[in-house]
């Protein structure tokens, strides 16, 4: 159990360490263990939101609501990732990093996610605007400079490895083996994963726009090469193209192109739509400490 584990941690630092646990609308009893954990042990802090944020909130939540004084590690409650490597990752900050950040050397999902994980990270990194560093996740531990500039930033899309690159400053990769999930299940359906990957697509790139660009240059090209086809076809005596065909292409190709451009402007007006609203990216129910 993640608590118990972390506990043992504690009894055996001597660094005065919190611990923000977030309850991102559980329906099982979650938060009851968390308001006794609270009440019995001070290095405990639990914040309850009003309902389910989703995961990058809920962790947003917890960074802005831990009493970091140097530095701030971020840990989901699976134990897929080894709440033990804190002392590891805290002598790097100690060393001078600002962002000590954790990459999976090994996943233990199907070989489908694997693939689909694998080729995400490598679009990412070919289309980024700057560099976010492929196979790594929300596991890290940041100082608190890095965690006060995060906090302050609004962005309601929140994608928190490339907010965090973004920030800068010095940042070392700790390899890892990444262990199976000990207990229930992933609340990350598909839809949420995709959301997620749009969000580290669509806030830290420009690729959709310069792709709207591309697939308008090739529309208009294909229809500038195949009119000189047919103008061929018409000088040198052959048939020219007749029926259904060739208009179900064309229309088919170009509806097509215009669709996809206008998806790709849906996705930034309907982030825009979210942000200029300026409402709180979460709602806290309330804090034990």
């Known amino acids: 159990m993640l608590v118990d584990r972390i506990q043992a941690i504690l009894d055996h630092d001597q660094k005065s ?34 309902r389910n944020h989703g995961h990058q909130l809920a962790v947003s939540a917890g960074m802005a609501h831990a009493d970091a004084t140097e530095a701030i590690m971020i840990i989901d409650g699976d134990l897929q990732d080894p709440p033990e490597l804190l002392s590891s990752f805290y002598d790097k900050i100690k060393e001078g990093y600002d962002v000590v950040y954790a990459i999976r050397k090994n996943r233990k999902e199907s070989w489908l996610m694997k693939m689909a994980y694998w080729l995400y990270y490598r679009l990412q990194r070919a289309v980024s605007n700057f560099n976010i560093p492929i196979d790594s996740g929300d596991f890290c531990m940041m100082s608190k400079r890095v965690r006060d500039v995060m906090v302050n930033m609004p962005e309601e899309s929140r994608y928190l490895r490339g907010m965090r ?13 990444r262990a199976s999930r000990q207990a229930g299940e992933s609340k990350y359906s598909f839809k949420k994963l995709l959301e997620l990957a749009f969000n580290g697509i669509f806030n830290f790139t420009r690729f959709p726009i310069k792709l709207m660009y591309i ?3 090739s529309c208009i090209l294909i229809s500038f090469f195949y009119i000189l086809y047919l103008i061929f076809l018409k000088f040198s005596g052959d048939k020219l193209p007749e029926g259904y065909i060739t208009l179900i292409f064309s229309i088919s190709l170009f509806s097509g192109a215009q669709l996809l451009c206008l998806g790709l402007i849906g996705e930034y007006v309907y982030r825009t739509y979210n942000q200029v609203r300026k409402r709180p990216l979460f709602v806290i129910d309330k804090v034990i400490n």
Do not use: A, C
Not at 42 to 50: C, D, G, T, V
Not at 165 to 177: A, D, I, L, N
């Open 17 to 50: 360490i919190q611990v923000v646990l977030v309850d991102d609308g559980s329906k099982d009893n979650t938060p009851y263990l968390m308001q006794y954990l609270s009440e019995s042990d001070k290095r405990f802090k639990s914040i309850f939101l009003s």
């Open 165 to 177: 690159s973004w920030v800068g400053f010095k940042q070392f990769g700790y390899e890892y083996e």
């Open 215 to 217: 697939l308008g240059v």
